[in-house]
């Protein structure tokens, strides 16, 4: 009678893990141990080689080579469905789930048992029922994903991985779309889940949330991996300098802000999309010069309607926009090339849709929108020399890497992207700079500059809107919050007068006691 194996110490194993992609080498002999029921953070600036990690773990990926080991035994994972085998579930940043199936449906997709459905749904509502009592995860099983807030869809994905079998659970970048009470939430989930053995990594920017949450840190840069430390023996700015390989700034130096007069405003602004919904209720607001004005809000609650409207691209339903001297409105709209005419800058949220155009050049779109300008453009043909030199300076001042004008606009990352959409809005010299999720994806190193340039753009007399899903950055670049919810503006405070508990309220509707209504506080 053979015995049972000792169960390893290690929920997962990495040894001697390498990946190229062409002249790339994403990931570098990766050496990493995860002890068994524990929360292990992963870390790195964008491009450090995360994400293929993860995906070499999920089987998205295959490694050139190396070890993949799971409570020590060695896998081979060639697809997600053998790394589901092996006991790995991911949740994704950009969740898995379709929309106009129920949670019951959505949970056994790709997991039916024999030819009858009915029976599969009836031994998963059961096993359902039983994973959402033990872990904190309460979620309505016949709800469509389209009819759930994005905290619960959340929760449908860990259900999933959950109900699959997962005993190593990645979560990439969970936080991105919650409230800070959701997100609360969702670490006594995580920990509830760690103390009934589940493992778990967790990758995420938020150096804030890692040191909260998680037992064990490993750092990456560069595609290796330079640290791992326990996490009660850490702080920000020593994970921070792991991250970047010099020492970071995490705090954004600032004067108190001089406002001067109102550049830009709206009144009564709202706009009712193609379905009838108002997405935007009568929205009041003004930005003056020599000030940050931020908003804040989960994201779909008005935000990005508001700074389309601001910026030209959607024709107001109702209500007023005022521009210096100019007034918008549905009889008179505008069009964002008039707008930028008004010497109103705009980076969008979504920097891939509307930012850049992937398929061209690095150095057409430094000049996007403004490319009818005659420093670019002649009486006949475009200036490709002037063009080029733009791009080069540009690249240079903001550190866009590669710094090659000619590269595809696709080919950068997600932060070399955005840094060139900033630096491009930046050096028009803008009255009103709207800023969408300015430092989305962008290392932790360019997020220190990028706030550096938007206080500057402040202290220099511009107006700047700023929409972020990052409490942290609203926090400490503003100096006035505006809360969104449901296209509503729920009210107004004082930056040095907020903090989250007051702010995650308000973008759940509640207004706290310290908000006197209708006043600020």
Known sequence: ????????????????????????????????????????????????????????????????????????????????????????????????????????????????????????????????????????????????????????????????????????????????VLTPQETDHLFRILDALRQQGVTILLITHKL????????????????????????????????????????????????????????????????????GVDMLKSVNIDIRAGEVVGIAGVSGNGQSELMEALAGILVPSKGEIRIGSHHITPEAPSDPKSVRAMKVGHVPEDRLAMGLVKSFSAEESAILGFHEQAQYNGPVLSKPKAIEAKCRALMEEWDVRPPNPKLRSSLFSGGNQQKLIIAREVDQNPDVLMIGQPTRGVDIGAIEYIHKRIIDMRDQGKGVLLVSVELDEILALSDRIVVMFDGNIVGEVPADKANERILGMMMANVIPDELKAGETL
């Open 1 to 176: 009678m053979s015995q049972a194996r000792p169960q390893s110490p290690l929920a997962l194993e990495l040894r001697g893990i390498e990946k190229r992609f062409g002249d790339v080498h994403a990931n570098r002999d990766i050496n990493l141990q995860v002890p068994a029921g524990t929360i292990h953070g992963i870390i790195g600036e964008n491009g450090a080689g995360k994400s293929t990690l993860m995906n070499i773990i999920y089987g998205f990926y295959e490694a050139d080579s190396g070890e993949i080991l799971v409570e020590g035994q060695r896998q081979t994972i060639t697809s997600s469905r053998e790394a589901i085998a092996a006991g790995i579930g991911m949740v994704h940043q950009h969740f898995m789930l379709v929309d106009n199936f129920t949670v019951l449906e959505n949970v056994i997709l790709g997991a039916e048992e024999g030819g009858l459905l009915a029976g599969s749904l009836r031994k998963a509502r059961k096993e359902l029922t039983r994973l959402a009592e033990e872990y904190q995860l309460d979620v309505p099983l016949d709800a469509t994903i389209e009819e759930l807030p994005v905290g619960l869809q959340q929760r449908v994905e860990i259900l999933k991985a959950l109900y699959r079998g997962a005993k190593v659970l990645i979560l990439d970048e969970p936080t991105g």
């Open 208 to 275: 804030r949330e890692i040191l909260a949450v998680t037992d064990n840190v490993s750092v990456m840069r560069q595609g290796a991996m330079v640290g791992h430390v326990k996490t009660a023996d850490t702080d920000k700015e020593a994970l921070a300098e792991l991250m970047v390989g010099r020492k970071v700034r995490l705090k954004v130096e600032k004067g108190p802000a001089k406002p001067g007069e109102v550049l830009m405003s709206t009144r009564d602004l709202t706009y009712t999309d193609d379905r």
